[in-house]
């Protein structure tokens, strides 16, 4: 943070933490993308925007999901400023300077993107990840690395879990009507 002084002053006192990779004692992973792969019935796009915030030059939350054609509001909290660039594979681009606190820019993501990376181009240590669907089943995992993806349509479903650090992985799972389905992922850390 003591790149840019501003950034330092806001955060003077407090523990920043960079939030690549949050776990959990038991090994629970936090801010893992997951999602269901496949063709689904169209259903409406929620008219609730999804918020990205910049507060103390870091992004908030770290990784989000949303629909395709969903608004993403990205706000800058900071008396200072602040670049929204998109990295994109997919059409999903947005570059905007946000140059105090209180501005909001506004964006539909067009095409699925699973991630797209954001990152601010004047504090480059601030990073947030995407998670773009056409459909309503997905999730980010929380502080004990659970997650839940409700009324997911019976039978055997794709699902893939993203992480930034780990990558991707898939498994199927079958989903029986009025049940619920239990899923578990993990990843391998090999020790340098």
Not at 18 to 39: P, R
Not at 97 to 112: D, H, L, M, N, W
Not at 148 to 160: D, L, S
Request: charged share 15%.
């Amino acid at each position: 943070m003591g790149v840019d002084p501003m950034c330092g002053s806001i955060n003077a006192g407090k523990r920043v933490i960079q939030e690549a990779v949050l776990t959990t004692a038991d090994g629970g992973l936090k801010n893992a993308f997951v999602s269901l792969k496949g063709n689904f019935p169209q259903t409406p796009v929620p008219g609730k925007p999804v918020v990205l915030d910049q507060r103390g030059c870091i992004y908030a939350p770290r990784v989000i999901g949303m629909r395709v054609g969903q608004t993403l509001q990205i706000r800058n909290d900071d008396p200072l400023l602040h670049n929204v660039h998109s990295v994109s594979d997919h059409a999903n681009n947005i570059n905007v300077g946000q140059a105090t606190a209180g501005i909001v820019s506004e964006f539909r993501p067009k095409s699925e993107e699973i991630m797209l990376r954001f990152r601010c181009d004047v504090h480059r240590w601030m990073t947030a990840y995407v998670g773009v669907v056409s459909h309503p089943y997905f999730a980010v995992s929380g502080d004990g690395g659970t997650f839940e993806i409700a009324n997911v349509p019976p039978g055997t479903q794709t699902i893939q879990v993203w992480h930034e650090t780990y990558g991707m992985q898939t498994k199927t799972v079958r989903v029986q009507a009025g049940t619920v389905a239990n899923i578990d992922f993990s990843y391998s850390v090999s020790a340098n």
